[in-house]
């Protein structure tokens, strides 16, 4: 007489196995989920500086604010709203130290972009900042101005 089927033994055996896979396979997943996170919040900066240069290019060496940009259609939506994309979130701060002032407090001549994780060590491990200069700078802090912080390169 034979039986058709699995014993307990055999299924506990495949379960322990699936288990030991799983151990394995999710910090290497949530590890490359964060690498992705960062490398898209350094290309959203430099998509931000792109929109930057032309807008300052078209209206006399003035800066873009955010609202500004994406009414003009050089940035999309989300930069206006407060949520997080690919796991950053990104906030202005227009007319930074070192910019010259200016009359129209509206139309910055300098700013500041600072992406820092929206959830830290769980969408991302760094915080990046993009100046004026164009440079994008990382660290485990936001850079307290405008020029501080390791380049990328």
């Given at each position: ?6 014993s ?10 699936m ?5 394995i ?5 949530l ?40 009414d ?18 990104y ?8 910019a ?11 700013y500041?972009?600072?992406a ?14 993009v100046?004026a ?7 485990s ?13």
């Amino acid at each position: 007489m034979s039986k058709a089927g699995f014993s307990l033994i055999e299924l506990m055996i495949v379960l322990a196995v699936m288990t030991i896979l799983a151990a394995i396979a999710v910090p290497s997943f949530l590890n490359a989920r964060m690498a992705a996170n960062e490398g898209a919040a350094i290309q959203t900066l430099r998509t931000i500086v792109s929109a930057e240069v032309v807008y300052s290019q078209l209206h006399t060496d003035q800066f873009g604010t955010f609202q500004q940009l994406v009414d003009e259609k050089y940035l999309d939506e989300r930069f206006v709203s407060s949520q997080a994309s690919n796991g950053y979130l990104y906030t202005e701060n227009a007319n930074v130290i070192g910019a010259p002032p200016v009359a129209n407090i509206d139309t910055p001549n300098g700013y500041r972009i600072n992406a820092d994780p929206a959830t830290p060590n769980t969408s991302g491990r760094w915080d990046y900042g993009v100046a004026a200069d164009g440079v994008i700078r990382w660290g485990s802090a936001p850079p307290p101005n405008q020029t501080s912080g390791a380049p990328i390169g």
